[in-house]
């Protein structure tokens, strides 16, 4: 769990901080909060898999779809975000469809 949780994080955090500069939003707090959504998330995502294992591609798909809504709700709920709705919607797509590409190539 660690060195996906490392690997996820690293990831997030980097396409975190693009759109926070590219969209000039507040770096270090939607930093932070994609740092506590990956803590969360990525418990449960672990948990998950390992209580549903027999059926690993169904609970990684409907996981990976309920991280990435979480983690929408977690960026807009925390206003000092300055995130929209739609904002936040598409940075959680763009933050889980990175690590999850990426760790889908990685032998972790």
Not at 8 to 26: F, G, M, Q
Not at 83 to 107: D, H, I, K, T, Y
Request: hydrophobic share 55%; glycine share 6%.
């Amino acid at each position: 769990m660690i060195p996906t949780l490392a690997i996820t994080t690293i990831v997030e955090s980097i396409v975190c901080l693009a759109y926070s500069i590219w969209r000039k939003k507040p770096i270090l707090a939607i930093l932070l909060t994609s740092i506590l959504a990956n803590l969360i998330t990525q418990s449960l995502l672990w948990i998950a898999l390992n209580l549903f294992f027999q059926h690993y591609a169904a609970t990684l798909s409907v996981m990976e779809l309920t991280i990435g809504l979480a983690e929408s709700v977690l960026l807009y709920g925390i206003r000092v975000n300055q995130l929209s709705l739609r904002e936040a919607l598409g940075l959680g797509l763009l933050m889980n469809v990175s690590s999850f590409g990426l760790g889908w190539f990685l032998p972790v």
